[in-house]
């Protein structure tokens, strides 16, 4: 199930911090400006909606975290879940299997980091684009989702990580291309 929250703007920010876990409130009010922390409960709280519709959860989830820091759920290890957010949008996925997610801002493009994180092929598919930021933005929500995924975060290999067929990518445009958001899964054998 994909819960998404494009209206940042629209809850009470200490409202919100006080529905959080100890634990996820911390972590939200590291962030520096109040954008980051609204993004950070958002997501949290749209994790906190779908453990209760799916799978009638009440209480708060603790994160333990993998070697990679991919979280999961304390007491739950049958729940999947990824949350990711940006300035436009928070969104948490849960599954009962394995599931990356990210959401990304499309911003313009900037050639360096292209080339650095692009192998060939893929900085061909994004310059013939009609929206070459919106092409990049989309093959980098595919990479940071499959990522997240294995648990492995951001690596070297980035050029080659989506050079693989065990995956599905489910690739989505918000509303006036604004961010780019893209699930990743294994597929089912």
Not at 144 to 173: C, M, P, S, W, Y
């Amino acid at each position: 199930m994909l819960y998404i929250n494009d209206h940042l703007l629209d809850f009470d920010l200490t409202a919100a911090l006080a529905q959080l876990s100890e634990q996820r409130r911390e972590q939200a009010l590291r962030y520096r400006f109040e954008l980051g922390q609204r993004t950070c409960a958002a997501a949290y709280l749209l994790l906190c909606e779908a453990l209760r519709k799916v799978y009638g959860i009440e209480e708060k989830p603790v994160f333990v975290y993998g070697e990679h820091g991919k979280p999961s759920i304390e007491g739950h290890p049958e729940i999947h879940f990824n949350l990711s957010h940006c300035r436009e949008a928070a969104i948490c996925c849960v599954s009962d299997r394995p599931v990356g997610v990210d959401v990304e801002t499309v911003r313009p493009l900037r050639d360096g980091l292209m080339e650095y994180t692009m192998n060939d092929d893929e900085i061909a598919e994004i310059q013939k684009a009609d929206h070459p930021a919106l092409a990049f933005t989309r093959l980098w929500t595919m990479k940071e989702a499959l990522l997240k995924l294995t648990g492995e975060g951001i690596n070297n290999h980035l050029k080659e990580v989506l050079r693989r067929d065990d995956v599905v990518f489910d690739t989505t445009v918000g509303p006036d291309a604004r961010y780019v958001y893209t699930v990743c899964r294994y597929h089912l054998v």
